[in-house]
């Protein structure tokens, strides 16, 4: 059946210039967001999304959505762009590490924020259930017990899960004049901590759309009494949406830690993440594959439950470096569990080791000296 391209390209330009913008309520098409449309013989929409600093992430999947929405679409390609405005000055990694070609610079942020901050890292993933808070939690403790200033940012205010795997269910306290208020953060373990899981009641879901998303992870970053920190880990929520842009939009960030399984599945996610990242000008620290494999404790064996390989040939693809492979065990979730990273519960556990190791790995990136220097 032969797709008439023009009448197609019509309405898929009708239905999204149905999308609006929600500050200016001016449609994507008459905004200029939408760029270079175009429908394929084989009915694959095609264009670019020029997403702007004051954007919400969101706007780029209700164009998809839209535009998946026409009668005689296959499939919609979109490749997020940022404006040529924000091009012209290539930002450097405040580690000095040299930007991949074809990156494009994020806003500037705003230094105030990282006051007494040395190194900001993201763990970050493509996808929910890869166990990347586990990593955020345990890469935090390691850092902490080798005797950095240590903070973590709890970023999935859909999903807060630091603070049970730091064993805190406390308010933290305010201190302030009136007016000047700061939140004070909870410690756990030499850990920093603050999340919205401490301001929330049990079991009470954080519903909130992308906007809400940034102002919040810009009040933890704001209105936190940090003090001096040597690291602060933000614990990322899944995907490539609000509260990935906001970060890089509002502070400097070091680079990010990217948490993958073995399976295809999951590396497939990982790869548009770093794609992502990679785009706002942020450094791919490397990857960590977790849960790697399970190791009998009866007789011994090695079973790839997840399959095999998929962290490493994800690091290769992506040319950066593998941080490590983290086992599968009991061990570590007991250890979620009970409110005791696993590398201050089981320290000379396998999982510990290897947390260790990514640690050293982390650090030695971010400050530019050779792992174990």
Request: proline share 7%.
């Amino acid at each position: 059946m032969s797709i008439d391209r023009e009448e197609l390209l019509q309405r898929v330009r009708s239905a999204l210039a149905e999308v609006r913008h929600p500050a200016t309520q001016v449609d994507i098409v008459a905004s200029g967001h939408v760029r270079e449309l175009g429908v394929g013989d084989d009915g694959v929409v095609r264009f670019q999304f020029a997403l702007r600093p004051d954007d919400p992430g969101s706007l780029v999947r209700e164009a998809r959505t839209a535009a998946e929405a026409v009668e005689g679409v296959a499939r919609v390609k979109i490749d997020v762009v940022l404006p040529q405005e924000v091009q012209a000055a290539p930002a450097q990694p405040r580690s000095g590490r040299p930007m991949k070609p074809g990156t494009v610079p994020a806003p500037t942020p705003d230094p105030a924020l990282a006051r007494g901050i040395a190194h900001v890292v993201a763990v970050s993933s493509g996808k929910g259930g890869v166990g990347k808070s586990t990593v955020a939690a345990n890469l935090a403790a390691a850092l902490a017990a080798a005797g950095k200033r240590v903070g973590l940012l709890d970023a999935d205010v859909y999903g807060p899960d630091i603070p049970l795997m730091f064993g805190e269910k406390r308010r933290p306290r305010v201190t302030g004049a009136r007016g000047q208020e700061k939140i004070v953060p909870l410690e756990a373990h030499g850990v920093r901590l603050m999340s919205l899981g401490f301001l929330l009641e049990d079991e009470q879901p954080a519903i909130m759309r992308g906007p809400l998303i940034s102002g919040i992870l810009r009040q933890f970053l704001e209105q936190v009494e940090w003090g001096e920190l040597d690291y602060l880990i933000v614990d990322m929520p899944p995907g490539t949406g609000d509260a990935q842009l906001s970060l890089v939009q509002t502070i400097n960030v070091d680079g990010a830690v990217m948490v993958t399984t073995p399976q295809d599945v999951s590396t497939g996610d990982v790869r548009r993440a770093i794609r992502m990242f990679e785009r706002v000008k942020t450094p791919i620290l490397g990857v960590v594959e977790n849960m790697s494999g399970f190791v009998c404790p009866c007789c011994g064996e090695r079973i790839d439950i997840f399959g095999e390989g998929g962290g490493r040939r994800l690091a290769e693809d992506m040319h950066v470096e593998l941080l490590g492979g983290v086992p599968l065990e009991v061990g570590v979730r007991q250890a979620g569990d009970s409110g005791s990273p696993t590398v201050v519960a089981a320290p000379d556990s396998a999982a510990a080791r290897a947390f260790r190791e990514i640690a050293a790995k982390v650090a030695a990136a971010v400050e530019g000296v050779p792992a174990g220097a």
